[in-house]
């Protein structure tokens, strides 16, 4: 299966999206053109308005990638037409911005002219979030309205609420909450704890190769150990049967006669456990940080947005006999998604995040030293680094037709893939818009 492509009329409305084969049809005869080519959407020459059914996007934020899912309403159910995942650059982002303070702050010390000190300057706006965290939220914004602009879309789900880790961290009855009771009882706090834990076995870290975990209480049920949070442990199926009905202080004293390698590293984290070392809880705590403004800028679309938990994705998820994908798991997102049609095996649009370029003016060498300036245009001969292009190369070692994203440089030899082209074989498909596309 393959994603539908996208579908305006020619007042530029959206329809329902079509099949490719369809849409080859009205290509060939001329009733409908290119109108982008990522995501694949056409235009019609001679409709005004049509039938449409309703279209919710779903969408499952991570802090590295997020899963998009369309899902259609048709006679016979729910149904995945079109499926993506963006690759968020937060890591470059915080990269690059440390090495910008750490040149900042080479420079204050440094002799160089007089710039005035500059104080008070840097309180910071409501509702800001780190760089890295702010290009994560407006990437899910940027989709979420692109998609509701090209498709007839009635309504957005999304998962925000990964687990509250507050409640569950200081393990309060979650008394009266909506989830504690019922279908997803349950399901909430084994996900937080496998989270918590990095998806890992906390007493052999993956050694012993048996990839089924379990929710594992440090002090044993039989022996008064509660369901606490604390109490909880992930583990691997041979670990908690190996560990059975000991505490880990015990099992750690138990292994240290014990040859193997397995039981020496088991040895090392099970007394990690029994003093309560807990991982971090670095990449939830981000998850949750933008889990408002996510919400907040969803809110600003003028489309109902339904706000929905990660342990209700992974039920209906797991039900469904689905395996975990970012995009499978978007389409899982929310009450109404028990049942939705969609072929594992389906070729995805991958969207990799890649920036507008910089706006570093001034490039330097590992001291700070200033070397180099960057050229004042962003374009040259009516090209920009990030196009989208289609190269014709009628000789040489290259030729053949390419397609692929450019980067210019200001003389008449521009970089795709990995070889130099003369821009007089270049075609534009699509303007730069910040991300790359597979
Ligand atoms: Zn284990």
Not at 262 to 280: C, F, M, N, Q
Request: net charge positive.
């Amino acid at each position: 299966m393959v994603n539908r492509a996208l579908v305006l009329d020619s007042e530029r409305k959206p329809l329902m999206p079509c099949h490719p084969a369809r849409v080859r049809r009205l290509l060939r005869d001329g009733k409908a053109a290119v109108f982008r080519r990522e995501p694949f959407t056409i235009i019609l020459r001679e409709r005004v308005g049509g039938e449409t059914q309703p279209i919710e996007v779903k969408l499952d934020p991570g802090s590295k990638t997020t899963g998009i899912a369309l899902v259609a309403r048709g006679k016979r159910g729910r149904k995945v037409v079109l499926a993506a995942e963006i690759t968020h650059r937060s890591g470059e982002i915080r990269d690059a911005m440390t090495k910008r303070r750490a040149l900042r702050q080479g420079r204050r010390y440094r002799k160089v002219r007089h710039r005035a000190p500059r104080f008070l300057n840097r309180r910071r706006p409501e509702g800001w979030l780190p760089p890295s965290l702010e290009s994560r939220v407006r990437q899910v914004e940027t989709w979420a309205r692109r998609l509701a602009r090209f498709t007839p879309v009635t309504a957005v789900e999304v998962e925000t609420a990964r687990f509250d880790t507050h409640v569950l961290s200081v393990g309060y009855d979650l008394e009266g909450v909506e989830f504690q009771r019922g279908t997803l009882f349950g399901w909430e706090l084994r996900e937080y704890v496998f989270h918590r834990d990095g998806h890992r076995c906390r007493y052999c870290g993956g050694e012993s190769g048996v990839p089924v975990l379990e929710l594992e209480h440090g002090i044993p049920k039989a022996r008064g150990g509660s369901d606490r949070v604390a109490n909880l442990v992930t583990a691997c199926r041979a670990c908690n049967q190996a560990k059975g009905n000991r505490t880990a202080t015990e099992w750690a004293e138990a292994l240290a006669g014990s040859p193997t390698k397995l039981d020496r590293v088991r040895r090392a984290y099970a007394t990690k456990v029994a003093v309560g070392k807990h991982p971090s809880l670095r990449d939830a705590a981000a998850i949750n940080a933008t889990r408002y403004a996510i919400g907040d800028r969803l809110k600003t679309l003028g489309i109902p947005v339904g706000f929905r938990t990660g342990g209700r994705t992974k039920m209906n998820r797991t039900t469904q006999g689905y395996p975990k994908r970012h995009w499978i798991d978007a389409a899982c997102v929310g009450e109404t998604a028990h049942r939705v049609r969609l072929d594992p095996g389906m070729t995805i649009l991958r969207i990799r995040a890649r920036g507008h370029g910089t706006r570093k003016r001034c490039g330097t060498d590992a001291h700070g030293f200033p070397i180099r300036h960057a050229p004042r245009a962003k374009r040259f001969l009516g090209f920009a680094t990030g196009d989208l292009v289609r190269a014709v190369i009628p000789v040489g070692k290259y030729r053949g037709i390419h397609v692929g994203r450019i980067a210019i440089r200001h003389r008449p030899s521009f970089k795709l893939a990995r070889f130099d082209v003369h821009p007089k074989y270049l075609a534009l498909l699509q303007r730069a818009d910040g991300y790359e596309y597979a």
